[in-house]
């Protein structure tokens, strides 16, 4: 209905309703061919049609000089224009101050849609950032858990392998602060890992084992430091071991690690090795120039038999005829042999002959090797007999006998029996006891006079199985005086000997050796140092001697 | 016309009269769902007879939250007090929108209402864009005008649904010139742009 300015209060009514409505719509276009749509039934309009600018500037908004065209603006950014075809001006005119009315409403609605596009277009780009880099984070945790279980698997790998090398093996800084330390360190000091790391290595270490100078001058120098043999302990129980340090750099650290092999087998093996060579050496040598003196020997022993029945033997028809021949008288010729003791140092001649012949003897069965006489033997039976043989046959200096000294066997049980030469072995074993005895008296009895504190003599004969290598193991341990370390060396060679002169040829060790080393193709050693007694380990093999 | 008697619709506090065809435009679907939901309660409520064609509202969904209230959805399907069905099974038959088979099923739907003795019956339907492409769809405005007529006689209080997403402004401002009441900021207000079913039909449709 037309009011009295000519304004229809329903068409008012529609402006009001478009203003309501258009907050509801959900975008420009949308609004705009709403309101387009709607204003067609403005009085006078004949049609609206609307564009959508986007424009910064106002100003050039309205170069168009489009007539009845309005321009939707907030601040100085158009939205859009709203351009009326008009077909009776007076109609539409007062209708022209709410109609820019709803203008001025939809500029700040479409701004706020703007703003809303804007922001919903911030937030899906930020949504979408924070998604990836989410997805990023998510890839990186995982790949650094990843990385981290390998590297936790490849630690455990590592510290296995340190843990189960037969070394010691300890890390250091360049300050001596311990960085790492393996199960056999532990084992070896007693002290456990979290105990010693983050000490100082001369407070856990034995300073014996390390000279600290050494290590800070390695790690500075970069070169790696070898000190072999170092001996702990003393006596038979002497250990040696073989210390390396190895520089490492590691960026700006300056560390290094300690490694310290127990070779105190691998030492004695080496012994065993030289020695076994310069005994083998030695034996060939003895037997070459046995079976060179045998012969000028038997001559000689031979001649001086021939000579004494010639100057002895005054029955003998050849003596008597040679002597008629010659005018001489017999009796007056063995006077005179009497007289000069030649027939005396005839006999002297003998003796010293036949001595050399046993020596001789002797030194020929180095190279007397066969296996014609091998037989299964139980070890624990021969060293038995022998033990009653030398109760029955050795008798020492005030009478003393093997009954006379404390005697402990350890005999593991089920042993197997063995190939071996029974009185090659015996005889070994009797020299073993006999040398054991005369030392162990001897030693008493220069105890007695010193008045040092002695317990007595004593022997522990242990025999047992070394199963993995297959050995029956022997060995015979007196608590005498011990050797010092260059008889220990010396102890097996022919010739050597720490008796007396005239007391022992020093070749029954010789012997000895030769029978385990090379006729039964075992091994034979000796541990011992002064006042430690003595320990010699015969190892015999369980296999068929070829 | 009938005697009018008012009724609530349940998602404004404003009683309006039996009969009334009302336009809804929603951006949000959960301004769709609420509307809908609190429709048909209310109409549960005052014993009306309740239809709603709807593709986003589930029978699950309303049976949830008719429990909520006490109410036994499927008891009073049973008892015909209510009947749900998807929007384009009804409106949309053979993939074609056909006014005259729409307008006997809501005449059919009132005449049984009334049959069974119910107060009033209410109808809510949301219009989905698939009805610009299938046949008939640009009868979509001739239908709602001939709605506007029919409740004139026969009333059912019918509120149609619009999602202003999917439908362009224009379209959105020829529908509203189909229907007398409008929900504008959550009130219900008479429709300027309403044009009577008898002008619309006799210059809109041929």
Redo the contacts between chains.
């Keep these: 209905m037309p009011s009295d300015k000519g304004l229809s209060s329903k068409v008012i009514g529609q402006i009001a309703l478009m203003q309501g409505v258009v907050a509801h719509l959900p975008h420009a276009n949308s609004i705009m061919s709403f309101v387009s749509r709607g204003l067609r039934d403005v009085p006078g309009v004949n049609d609206v049609q609307y564009k959508l600018l986007f424009s910064q500037n106002q100003s050039e908004a309205t170069k168009k000089e489009i007539y009845y065209s309005y321009l939707i603006c907030h601040n100085d950014l158009c939205h859009a224009s709203l351009d009326f075809d008009v077909d009776k001006t007076e109609l539409f005119l007062p209708y022209v101050p709410y109609i820019k009315n709803l203008c001025n409403m939809l500029a700040i609605i479409l701004e706020e849609k703007r703003q809303k596009e804007l922001n919903k277009d911030l937030m899906e780009q930020l949504e979408k950032r924070v998604q990836q880099r989410t997805r990023d984070l998510q890839d990186e945790i995982r790949e650094r858990r990843l990385a981290q279980s390998e590297l936790t698997r490849a630690q455990n790998f590592i510290s296995n392998i340190i843990d189960s090398m037969p070394y010691v093996l300890i890390g250091v800084d360049s300050a001596g602060v311990v960085t790492h330390w393996n199960k056999r360190s532990e084992n070896m000091t007693g002290l456990k890992a979290d105990k010693a790391l983050g000490r100082k290595l001369g407070e856990v270490l034995p300073s014996m084992l390390f000279d600290m100078e050494q290590i800070v001058s390695s790690i500075h120098s970069g070169r790696p430091y070898r000190k072999r043999k170092v001996i702990l302990g003393g006596g038979a129980e002497r250990e040696h071991r073989e210390i390396t340090i190895y520089p490492l750099k590691d960026f700006d650290h300056n560390n290094a690690v300690i490694l310290i092999e127990d070779v105190t087998e691998r030492v004695k093996m080496e012994e065993v090795v030289i020695q076994s060579d310069k005994m083998m050496s030695l034996g060939g040598l003895a037997a070459g120039m046995a079976h060179e003196i045998n012969n000028p020997l038997a001559g000689m022993m031979q001649t001086a038999g021939v000579m004494a029945d010639r100057l002895k033997n005054l029955e003998m028809p050849a003596n008597q005829r040679v002597a008629d021949s010659l005018g001489l008288s017999l009796d007056l010729v063995r006077q005179y042999m009497e007289k000069r003791d030649i027939l005396k140092m005839l006999d002297r001649i003998q003796e010293s002959g036949k001595r050399t012949a046993d020596i001789v003897y002797s030194m020929l069965s180095f190279a007397r090797k066969s296996t014609e006489s091998f037989q299964s033997h139980d070890l624990t039976d021969l060293v038995d007999k022998v033990l009653a043989l030398a109760g029955s046959s050795f008798s020492f200096k005030n009478h003393l006998s093997i009954k006379d000294i404390r005697l402990t066997k350890e005999y593991e049980s089920h042993l197997p029996q063995i190939l071996c030469d029974e009185g090659k072995i015996q005889q070994v074993v009797l020299n073993l006891i006999k040398n054991g005895l005369e030392s162990m008296f001897e030693y008493q009895e220069l105890c007695e006079e010193k008045d040092i504190n002695y317990e007595g003599p004593s022997f522990t004969i242990r025999i047992s199985q070394e199963k993995i290598n297959q050995f029956i193991r022997l060995e015979i341990h007196d608590n005498g005086p011990g050797m010092s370390e260059e008889t220990r060396k010396r102890i097996f060679e022919p010739f050597y000997s720490t008796k007396p002169l005239g007391k022992g040829m020093g070749l029954g060790l010789s012997i000895s050796y030769f029978i385990i080393c090379d006729h039964h193709r075992g091994n034979m050693r000796v541990e011992s140092s002064p006042e430690q007694g003595t320990k010699f380990i015969i190892r015999l093999p369980l296999g068929d001697k070829d | 016309m009938c005697e009018q008697h008012l009724t609530s619709l349940g998602f404004t506090d404003q009683e309006v009269p039996v009969g009334t065809h009302m336009c809804l435009?929603?951006?949000e679907d959960e301004e769709r769902a609420d509307c809908l939901r609190k429709f048909l309660l209310s109409g549960l409520k005052i014993k009306e007879r309740s239809a709603c064609f709807s593709n986003h509202t589930s029978e699950n969904e309303m049976r949830s939250f008719l429990s909520q209230h006490d109410i036994t959805y499927d008891d009073r399907k049973e008892k015909q007090d209510i009947f749900m069905s998807g929007a384009s099974d009804v409106y949309f038959q053979d993939n074609t929108f056909d006014p005259d088979r729409m307008l006997g099923l809501l005449d059919h739907f009132y005449q049984e209402t009334k049959d069974l003795g119910y107060s009033a019956a209410r109808v809510i339907g949301e219009m989905n864009p698939e009805i610009e492409k299938v046949k008939g769809g640009e009868r979509l405005l001739e239908y709602e005008s001939r709605v506007s007529l029919m409740l004139k006689e026969k009333p059912v209080t019918a509120i149609c649904q619009y999602n202003?997403?999917l439908f362009?402004?224009?379209t959105?401002?020829?529908v509203?010139k189909v229907h007398p009441q409008?929900m504008?900021?959550g009130a219900v207000?008479e429709?300027?742009?309403f044009i009577e079913p008898e002008d619309y039909l006799s210059h809109h449709v041929t």
């Design positions: 435009v929603f951006t202003a997403n362009d402004g224009a959105i401002m020829e509203l409008m504008v900021n207000v429709n300027p742009f």
